[in-house]
């Protein structure tokens, strides 16, 4: 069965979230300068 901690903990959800949230701008910067490559930001109603 999953782990479900993550969203029962707000501690731990909050510790993913930034993690996740440092991950996006580092791979955001990787990719500006390239083309051909498609992204969906999270919650940009795309």
């Known amino acids: 069965m999953a782990?479900?901690?993550m969203?029962?903990?707000k501690k731990v959800?909050?510790?993913f979230e930034a993690?996740?949230?440092a991950r996006f701008g580092e791979?955001?910067?990787e990719l500006a300068s390239?083309?051909?490559v498609?992204?969906?930001e999270p919650k940009s109603g795309d």
């Open 7 to 9: 969203w029962e903990d």
């Open 3 to 5: 782990d479900v901690t």
């Open 13 to 15: 959800k909050a510790e």
């Open 19 to 21: 993690r996740a949230k």
């Open 34 to 36: 390239q083309t051909g």
């Open 38 to 40: 498609v992204t969906i």
């Open 27 to 29: 791979l955001q910067a």
